[in-house]
């Protein structure tokens, strides 16, 4: 193999292909070193057995493409170089070796350089003693470099990617659909940790499905809509999950006993467990709940009931407060307020009354029950019915005639009463107690009304309402 240092004519020098470094980047400063003093170093150069049309041969960079460009840049005709027959290998060999001596390559040029190399014949322990690197070293980079042109295409800089990006990518060689989704997300960590756990969640349903087909235990999805908390099979209860976000399969598997009495349906990556009930327990639970649903259904109709029944008996008192509040004897004021007061304060029960009023809502049954008062509806400067002028209003006819104190204490119920009273015993209770303060102030109260406060509407009262 034959060495000789020569000057060789600029034009005749040819960037090598195979160089694992793809740009030689600014040499802006290099250039201005040459033109003040010459290139002190010549440059590695073979023959690529061609000539020019002046029969001169032709070279083939080795070490040195960052010389020849700034030589070029900086008008030289000539530059020294030293001239070497040597193999593709040996040729790859030095350029990686120069390279990484020098730190001068992104990792996927380096991955690459070790490719050739390989490509070539040369094994990686050979290659890891050549360029002064590990097995594993070597390895990895190989790994790197196996990433396919058209995964490298839609990243939108995929030379600008990290070691660790890299690496990641490799990963999924083995579903190419993953690998070039990460390729071409833009948000690298977060799209590769999902990912991870898609290939993680398969691989462990994968371990999953055979092993409950080695036990036996066929394995069903569920239906569509339902999940482990809204579907049980007939003759099955809930017993437990699978997941694959918990312990590897074989650990929970192997926790229970009786597998193949199990009943078994897979959701996604999680697989539910139903164990079987006697059938005596089914038709009990069956029965229990075809009960439940009657109940329910019948409160239902009593629901709808009830709020067709309020909605005429309100209409009906308001109609009565409206045309009598006004008019009513001395007598029947003076009753009306000494019962609501002692309903209001000591009760009518074995506890202390507990009502809770709005004052808006009070104003406004006022008005319901013909007060006229300065303001009757919202506006900007009056947010709520509760203001100055109307309590000023009010206070001003209570001072004049106190008796008048029975709408307020008649609008606070009736702005409190809703048809859901009727519906339950301690509802019925107050209404019991208002119906009793109406009808000594000369409400008539209809059958369907006493029917009513004789719990008509409750679970278990008459449904001839």
């Not at 339902?226 to 003759?235: D, I, L, S, V």
């Not at 339950?424 to 000369?442: A, F, N, P, Q, T």
Request: charged content about 35%.
């Amino acid at each position: 193999m034959g060495i000789t240092i020569e000057n060789l004519q600029v034009d005749d020098l040819h960037a090598n292909p195979n160089n694992p470094r793809k740009q030689v980047g600014d040499v802006d400063e290099l250039a201005s070193s040459i033109r003040s003093q010459g290139i002190k170093q010549p440059l590695l150069v073979t023959p690529n057995g061609e000539t020019d049309i002046d029969g001169h041969k032709q070279y083939r960079v080795v070490i040195g493409h960052r010389r020849l460009a700034a030589a070029r840049q900086s008008g030289l005709s000539t530059v020294p170089a030293i001239v070497e027959e040597m193999d593709a290998r040996r040729e790859r060999e030095i350029m990686l070796v120069e390279n990484t001596q020098r730190s001068d390559l992104t990792p996927i040029e380096e991955a690459d350089g070790y490719q050739g190399l390989l490509d070539l014949g040369m094994h990686v322990k050979e290659m890891a003693e050549n360029t002064g690197r590990s097995d594993r070293f070597v390895r990895r980079r190989l790994k790197i470099a196996r990433i396919p042109q058209e995964t490298r295409d839609m990243s939108a800089d995929f030379s600008q990617l990290s070691l660790d990006q890299l690496d990641k990518l490799a990963e999924f060689e083995s579903d190419p659909d993953m690998q070039r989704e990460l390729a071409r997300s833009t948000d690298f960590e977060w799209t590769y940790r999902r990912l991870v756990s898609e290939r993680d969640k398969t691989k462990w349903c994968g371990e999953a499905d055979k092993a409950l087909a080695k036990a036996g235990v066929r394995v069903e999805s569920l239906p569509d809509g339902k999940n482990y908390w809204t579907f049980e099979p007939r003759g099955y209860r809930r017993h437990n999950i699978i997941s694959s976000t918990r312990d590897p399969f074989w650990k929970q598997f192997t926790s229970e006993d009786g597998w193949p009495e199990f009943c078994v349906f897979k959701d996604r990556g999680d697989y539910c467990l139903y164990a079987p009930i006697p059938l005596d327990q089914i038709e009990r639970e069956e029965n229990a709940k075809t009960e439940r649903q009657a109940i329910m259904a019948r409160g239902k109709e009593l629901d709808r009931k009830a709020k067709g029944f309020e909605a005429i008996a309100r209409d009906t008192r308001f109609a009565w407060l409206k045309t009598n509040l006004r008019t009513l004897t001395h007598e029947h004021a003076e009753t009306g307020i000494c019962r609501l007061a002692l309903a209001d304060t000591v009760g009518w029960r074995s506890v202390f009354p507990h009502q809770s009023y709005k004052g808006e809502d009070v104003i406004r049954e006022l008005i319901a029950f013909g007060w006229s008062l300065p303001i009757t509806e919202h506006d900007d400067e009056h947010w709520s019915l509760e203001c100055k002028e109307n309590l000023d209003s009010i206070r001003m006819v209570l001072k004049d005639r106190p008796l008048r104190i029975l709408d307020v204490l008649a609008a606070r119920w009736e702005s409190n009463i809703g048809w859901n009273y009727w519906r339950s015993r301690h509802g019925v209770d107050d209404m019991c107690c208002w119906y009793d303060v109406l009808e000594r102030i000369g409400y008539r109260v209809s059958e369907d009304e006493r029917k009513a406060l004789k719990g008509a509407y409750l679970d278990g009262g008459d449904d001839e309402s």
